[in-house]
């Protein structure tokens, strides 16, 4: 793959290299700070059982993303494509025989059609829920859930015009709400070390603080769940490969500066929490991040608020602007509708695509219970990232000779790939919920359109009119797929 201006190879439509340094650190920024470090510091606390051993967490979190990020670095500068987890999977085990292409297939199913729509929305409604709250304050309880879902919604259709319209739209407000949202952990970090000044460390001292600990080794999968929620979307970056200038020497570059810099802002939020809010009350907030306002900032409490939803806002177009990428790339490759691999003629931007997550994101904006649903995203992300990470050892088996611009060493994606086996069995020994349950049962049907469609290759007449109707209508055009 080249480092021209644009990613596609011979003539024709193509996306452009348009991402640099600055944006794509951008992008791993913005949509790994998002509504994690307002929500999942209560839901590790519940679970750690004590302040020490939840900071632990934070930071063996850190420490877990960090290997995955590396060994997903590993993967984008030897693999230089656009679909992250999807481009992996289908080079390492495509080979391997006629069944060799299923896992491809299924991470794309599984994220095109719930994951990462599913995470667009929880995120819109809780940049909703804080708009909400910023508007009416103490009258927010009173109001229905209807103005909260109306906010998200709205903040999902301006996201998918700026995705629609811009690669360079979309890397520009990235780079805003990175801006603000850090601004927001800097506010947060200073009252902290002003607290710490005043000693204000009854709650962070070691003699106390692992008082009351988890002993449940397998309790600590959930609160790794939430942690991790926290720390999602450290691959960002790997979905559009394609797109990013000079991707051998910026992919392992914007993680190396992106996912440390998160970590230590998380962990010293995390310090500062504690300074002024006992376990107790952190528990039984509802906003742990606007009670810690109200409780240090005084009149100028509403700011957190309002940072808050730059947070979500941010991250919920970082989101986007990577998973309408996945569905372009399976359909390139011949995994999904071919109308899905179109760009826009003028715009350059994966159209089709995003406009399909965009809708499915839209109809999911349903209330829900956080920590259900994260169960439920984790479980299933886990398995991907364990999936792509096992790639990673077998392409090292089968293709030792290519070559690999960045290599770690062998330990961390056996370390990685362990841990991963953890959070999937773990969580069901401690607590066999239904929602682990669900989200295996919806990978499976994926079988269901894998082999006669894909495998057994049945064509459906009616889909060429559907992609000439598209193809018109929105004046998109293909890109050259698997077998042209």
């Not at 939840?54 to 993967?75: F, K, N, P, Q, T």
């Not at 991470?107 to 709250?133: D, M, Q, R």
């Not at 941010?314 to 071919?338: C, D, M, Q, W, Y």
Request: net charge neutral; hydrophobic share 50%; with cysteine.
């Amino acid at each position: 793959m080249t480092s021209g201006d644009t990613a596609s190879q011979g003539s024709g439509v193509g996306l452009k290299r348009q991402v640099g340094l600055l944006s794509g650190v951008a992008l791993i920024v913005g949509s790994m700070v998002g509504s994690g470090i307002f929500v999942s510091p209560k839901g590790i606390l519940r679970e750690a059982g004590s302040v020490g051993m939840s900071l632990i967490i934070w930071v063996l979190c850190a420490l877990l993303s960090m290997a995955g990020a590396l060994c997903y670095c590993e993967l984008g500068t030897l693999i230089p494509k656009s679909g992250g987890e999807y481009a992996y999977l289908k080079t390492a085990f495509g080979p391997l025989g006629v069944l060799g292409e299923l896992p491809a297939f299924l991470f794309a199913w599984t994220y095109t059609l719930i994951i990462k729509p599913s995470i667009v929305s929880i995120i819109s409604l809780i940049f909703g829920t804080y708009v909400v709250e910023s508007l009416f304050g103490d009258c927010a309880d009173d109001f229905a859930p209807l103005p909260i879902k109306l906010f998200a919604a709205c903040a999902i259709l301006i996201i998918a015009v700026i995705n629609c319209y811009s690669v360079k739209g979309a890397s520009a407000v990235q780079n805003l709400f990175t801006a603000a949202k850090l601004l927001a952990l800097v506010i947060i970090t200073i009252v902290g070390f002003v607290q710490l000044c005043k000693g204000k460390t009854e709650y962070l001292s070691p003699s106390v603080s692992f008082e009351g600990s988890a002993t449940n080794v397998f309790k600590y999968s959930i609160a790794f769940y939430q942690g991790l929620w926290a720390y999602e979307s450290w691959n960002q970056l790997n979905f559009v490969t394609e797109e990013l200038q000079n991707p051998s020497r910026n992919l392992p570059l914007a993680i190396l500066i992106a996912v440390p810099l998160v970590a230590v802002c998380y962990i010293l939020v995390n310090i500062a929490y504690f300074t002024t809010l006992s376990p107790h009350e952190l528990l039984s907030s509802g906003a742990v991040g606007v009670d810690f306002a109200n409780r240090t900032l005084g009149v100028m409490a509403w700011i957190i608020p309002f940072f808050v939803c730059c947070s979500t806002f941010g991250a919920a177009n970082g989101t986007l602007f990577a998973s309408g990428r996945i569905p372009f790339v399976a359909a390139r490759e011949g995994h999904l509708p071919k109308a899905l691999c179109f760009i826009h003629v003028k715009r350059v931007t994966p159209f089709v695509s995003l406009i399909l997550t965009t809708i499915i994101a839209l109809l999911m904006l349903i209330p829900g219970d956080f920590d259900t649903l994260v169960n439920y995203f984790s479980f299933a992300t886990w398995i991907s990232y364990g999936s792509t990470v096992a790639g990673l050892l077998v392409l090292r088996y089968t293709h030792p000779e290519w070559e690999r611009p960045f290599k770690v060493p062998i330990v961390l994606p056996i370390i990685f790939l362990l841990a991963s086996l953890y959070l999937l069995i773990a969580p069901i020994i401690n607590d066999p919920a239904v929602e682990f349950v669900f989200a295996f049962l919806f990978i499976l049907a994926g079988l269901l359109f894998y082999f006669p469609f894909i495998y057994f290759g049945i064509k459906m007449s009616c889909m060429d009119s559907v992609t000439l109707f598209l193809q018109k209508f929105l004046l998109v055009a293909p890109v050259p797929t698997k077998g042209e």
